[in-house]
């Protein structure tokens, strides 16, 4: 009979609560130690495993002997919670919960000005027209008018030129 000799995994240690903007990417790194070398395995808040492979854009895990580090890319508000890192191996298994708190970016100031200046100048260009149709239809009608005055002096006057 052998004796397998080791050590189960242990912390050792773990990213503090991160604190990220909606857009920017999140690295949680976990680091255990144990004899043999641990299976290291993420936890989204939801319990369910984070499998990298079906969101590459989005995700990637970083293995390295006892060391595990998930990166979280283009963070949004569903991305916050507790994620869990896991280890195990023959021996047992340890986790450790990092939390992850992703706050809505605000629009910049020079953002902000300029799409408030350019509704401004929207309904400024809006006005104008307005104004300008108006004034437009009254000169059509005065115009009317005096072609119509016109046209009934042209026709009070007989064919020979002569007045009566």
């Excluded at 990417?25 to 495993?49: D, G, M, Q």
């Excluded at 005096?146 to 030129?161: N, T």
């Amino acid at each position: 009979m052998k004796i397998i000799e080791g050590t189960k995994p242990e912390v050792v240690g773990i990213s503090s609560q991160i604190n990220k903007v909606e857009g920017e990417y999140a690295k949680l790194s976990c680091n255990i130690t144990s004899e043999p070398p641990p299976v290291i395995v993420w936890y989204y808040p939801n319990a369910t495993i984070v499998d990298p492979t079906v969101n590459v854009n989005k995700l990637n895990v970083m293995n390295l002997q006892g060391m595990s580090i998930l990166t979280v890319r283009d963070l949004n508000i569903l991305d916050q919670g507790n994620y869990k890192c896991k280890a195990h191996n023959f021996l047992g298994e340890t986790d450790a919960e990092i939390l992850m708190v992703v706050e809505v970016s605000e629009p910049e100031g020079d953002n902000y000005l300029l799409l408030v200046g350019g509704i401004l100048v929207a309904f400024v260009v809006v006005a104008i027209f307005i104004v300008a149709g108006t004034y437009a239809k009254k000169y059509r009608q005065k115009a009317q008018t005096r072609r119509d005055r016109e046209q009934e002096h042209v026709r009070a006057q007989p064919v020979d030129g002569m007045r009566i």
